[in-house]
């Protein structure tokens, strides 16, 4: 088994180019919750999972995924600005008590929205799409529905 490696400086990775917008996304996968040791950042150590996003829709080449870390607070209280928060609303499990448990098991397959915005990476100095926000799914409007309801009752007379 080789234990020597050439390396060089730079990176594989190429930045998807989107547009800021609101865009449909699936959540694909999410990460087992990991232990982050206490760093300069984060003296007391944090603890966060990752979620992987395919993004939907038109003008989005397929197979498109952005990540997001979510972070999970140490003393159990969730601030609403949290991006935790936007996603726990999104799939309306926050509830009126403000107290709700966290399964990460749930998640896979759920559909929102997601607010995409290109931002500078802190390595690389690059813009980069960045997902800086979530939201739930549209649901259809008494407008869009009802007039789907007319047209299909249309298509079986």
Not at 36 to 62: H, M
Not at 107 to 134: D, H, L
């Amino acid at each position: 088994m080789a234990s020597v490696f050439d390396l060089q400086m730079g990176s594989s990775f190429t930045p998807i180019d989107i547009p800021d917008d609101i865009y449909d996304a699936e959540i694909v996968s999410v990460s087992e919750v990991i232990d982050a040791e206490p760093d300069t950042y984060n003296p007391k150590g944090r603890k966060f999972f990752t979620i992987d996003w395919e993004l939907i829709g038109d003008g989005v080449p397929e197979g498109t995924s952005l990540r997001t870390w979510q972070n999970i607070p140490l003393d159990g209280r969730l601030n609403e600005k949290a991006m935790l928060y936007q996603l726990m609303e999104a799939f309306e499990l926050v509830t009126v008590t403000g107290k709700f448990q966290l399964d990460l098991d749930f998640f896979p397959g759920k559909k929102a929205r997601v607010i995409v915005e290109r931002k500078k990476n802190q390595n690389t100095g690059e813009m980069r799409p960045k997902i800086t926000g979530i939201k739930a799914k549209r649901k259809p409007s008494a407008a869009t529905s009802g007039s789907l309801r007319k047209r299909i009752q249309d298509d079986e007379e």
